[in-house]
């Protein structure tokens, strides 16, 4: 045992037990000799700890060097280090043995349980046992791959090897940071989320999240979807849902590559990255025929208006199976919308809430056999240019019987609905419309028109039937650059198209469909 503990490099001024020799003794002992010294060390566990301490107290002594002392010191410690690492190596390997005997389930239901998991729940079964890891390795178990955090702590590495490990059998990734969790469909949450103000969304203060950012290992950059295209484009090629969630990092380039690589994915989302609403739209159009879901939500409140009528168009030929449309925050005008909503005949979603310039005119001969017959959800929700008379236009048009399958209408404002004339006189009740006879009608109908009661902050409160599903609406869930540039906006919002051979797509009630889908 004193031989494992100190070899001194010189010899003392006292007379000392170790020498080199017995260092060289040490190293050539049998199997057996080890064994047996070793287990006469573990036996010292049962000693009291005061007489091992004095024990090594006069070993210590022994070496009146302080070299000699310092040495002695590092191998113990190296010694008790082994040791416990062994003790654990050993443990682990007895638990999984252990596991293997009584687990109930057989390794195939394993995986089957494993793969039913959420991706941090199952990184935590993983390290338990070297069984379960076995089990965790298996690519069923990274299908539905969810790294969303609610601070910055995922990097690349991290979502390569996920992806790797999930191979083809990648269904489902959803990355990057949601700042909270969300609510009804009628008033969701805003989820554009910036590392810059992220202390209003978390308990980290502004210096832990500074510090992060200058920490690689905690931020995902444009290439982190790379592994989906990699590998002659394994990984993506049958990745059904693609959720990402404020990146900041990412690029167009990065997010049109990843999509070409994704022809079956069925189910997009997309929320405060920067990149442009035109050039996603043609990568989708381009790329995912078999789309069913689209969220957008742009990370600048009303400043993207790149969209143009003829990428309305493809998108509507070439991703006919489109159900739901999301499209939140930016610069949209009638024409273009009214395209999509009627072009997209198997439409049943529709959430444009905090969409600039929309006034409601695309809601024109809605509902009937020229498009929208479907839609069963229809949110526009907070959007500045939106006019009261259009408004009730549309609840005239389910009381006459369209809009069958309608059963969830949100039209609240939190600075009130655009009068006729001037959108800068606000209307903060349905006046024009009986909201009691709509209900009575429509009883099936869950129908949401909060306003500031004349102008002032909106309250909890709202003076509507009782029928009414209402809910609160508070305007300090949207982020601050949303407010200046939702309250700064000066057009009318009755601006048309100007695209280029699309000047016959002016709003009127007898418009054509000329999409031939």
């Not at 310039?357 to 024109?364: A, H, K, V």
């Not at 907070?382 to 039209?411: I, N, P, Q, S, Y």
């Not at 600075?415 to 099936?444: F, M």
Request: hydrophobic letters at 35%.
């Amino acid at each position: 045992m004193d031989t494992l503990l100190h070899t001194p490099t010189s010899m003392a001024k006292r007379p000392c037990p170790f020498s080199s020799a017995t260092a060289t003794t040490a190293a050539t002992m049998s199997h057996n000799q080890v064994d047996n010294l070793l287990q006469t060390f573990l036996d010292l566990a049962d000693s009291p700890s005061l007489s091992i301490d004095l024990s090594f107290e006069r070993l210590l002594d022994l070496s009146p060097r302080d070299s000699d002392q310092s040495l002695l010191i590092d191998r113990a410690l190296k010694l008790g280090s082994i040791l416990v690492e062994a003790g654990k190596r050993s443990s682990r390997k007895r638990s999984t043995q252990h596991n293997s005997l009584f687990w109930a389930l057989p390794p195939d239901l394993t995986i089957k349980v494993f793969s039913m998991l959420d991706t941090q729940s199952l990184c935590y079964a993983a390290a338990s046992c070297s069984m379960f890891h076995k089990c965790a390795m298996d690519p069923l178990c990274y299908a539905n791959i969810d790294l969303t955090t609610v601070v910055p702590k995922v990097n690349n590495a991290v979502v390569s090897t996920m992806i790797q490990r999930a191979g083809k059998s990648l269904q489902s990734l959803k990355l990057g940071i949601v700042p909270g969790p969300t609510s009804s469909p009628g008033s969701r949450e805003a989820l554009v989320y910036s590392i810059r103000n992220s202390v209003d969304v978390s308990n980290f203060s502004w210096n832990e999240k500074r510090t992060r950012q200058g920490k690689e290992s905690s931020i995902l950059s444009r290439s982190c979807l790379y592994p989906l295209s990699g590998d002659t484009g394994a990984a993506g090629t049958l990745l059904r849902r693609l959720h990402l969630y404020n990146i900041e990092r990412m690029d167009i380039a990065s997010l049109c590559g990843a999509l070409s690589a994704c022809p079956s994915l069925f189910d997009l989302e997309i929320v405060g990255l920067h990149v442009e609403l035109r050039q996603t739209l043609v990568s989708v159009s381009t790329s995912c025929p078999l789309i069913e879901r689209l969220y957008f939500e742009s990370s600048k409140t009303g400043r993207d208006e790149s969209l143009k009528s003829p990428t309305c168009v493809d998108l509507v030929n070439n991703c006919p199976n489109l159900t739901s449309l999301a499209l939140r925050g930016f610069k949209l005008h009638d024409c273009k919308v009214r395209i999509l909503v009627k072009g997209f005949r198997k439409l049943k979603y529709v959430d444009f809430s905090t969409s600039y310039s929309i006034t409601g005119n695309f809601l024109r001969n809605l509902g009937g056999s020229t498009g929208g017959s479907l839609l069963e959800v229809l949110i526009l929700r907070d959007c500045m240019h939106l006019r009261e008379v259009e408004v009730a236009r549309l609840l005239a048009a389910v009381l006459t019987g369209d809009f069958k399958f309608l059963r969830h209408l949100d039209v609240s404002n939190r600075e009130g609905l655009a009068s006729e004339g001037d959108w800068y006189h606000r209307c903060y009740s349905l006046s024009t419309i009986n909201i009691k006879q709509v209900l009575e009608a429509r009883p099936d109908i869950c129908l949401l028109a909060e306003f500031p009661p004349d102008g002032s902050e909106l309250n909890s409160e709202v003076s509507l039937p009782s029928q009414l599903s209402s809910h609160t609406s508070d305007g300090s869930l949207f982020m601050s650059t949303s407010e200046s540039s939702y309250n700064s906006d000066q057009s009318s919002g009755n601006e048309e198209s100007r695209d280029s051979g699309y000047a016959f797509l002016e709003e009127s009630s007898d418009e054509v469909d000329f999409l031939g889908v």
